[in-house]
């Protein structure tokens, strides 16, 4: 499977929505329970914030849907390690899919595997 650079790019920051969704939720949850200024932050726009977290899980199972896909169709991969990197993608997304990301769909090459030779 061959992803162009803006694709991929692309494929990066889509990657990394869920992250900075998750850190912008428990900032606006640690202001609500603090009882900052804006303590109500949560409990004001709550309509806004369900569609929101909605849309970040549709989002992930894409993201996941996709990361496996790829991950069984790619020969980057070692045979023996893609079992692993399924559990990993399907346990820690948020974590592991952008270290996927940055191993295995950002170099550039002859389609070989991106494994490090031991």
């Known amino acids: 499977?061959?992803?162009s650079k803006p694709l991929k790019i692309a494929l990066l920051a889509t990657t990394v929505l869920p992250l900075i969704y998750m850190v912008m939720f428990f900032a606006s949850f640690?202001?609500?329970?603090s009882g900052g200024s804006r303590s109500n932050v949560i409990f004001d726009n709550f309509g806004i914030l369900m569609a929101v977290h909605l849309g970040v899980m549709l989002l992930m199972f894409a993201l996941i849907t996709f990361y496996i896909v790829f991950l069984f169709k790619t020969d980057r991969v070692k045979t023996e390690m893609k079992a692993v990197w399924a559990v990993a993608i399907f346990m820690g997304s948020i974590v592991a899919m952008p270290i996927f990301w940055y191993l295995y769909i950002w170099p550039?090459?002859?389609g070989r595997s991106a494994e490090p030779a031991a």
Not at 30 to 33: F, I, N, S
């Open 108 to 110: 550039s090459g002859d």
């Open 1 to 3: 499977m061959k992803l």
């Open 30 to 33: 640690a202001l609500t329970v």
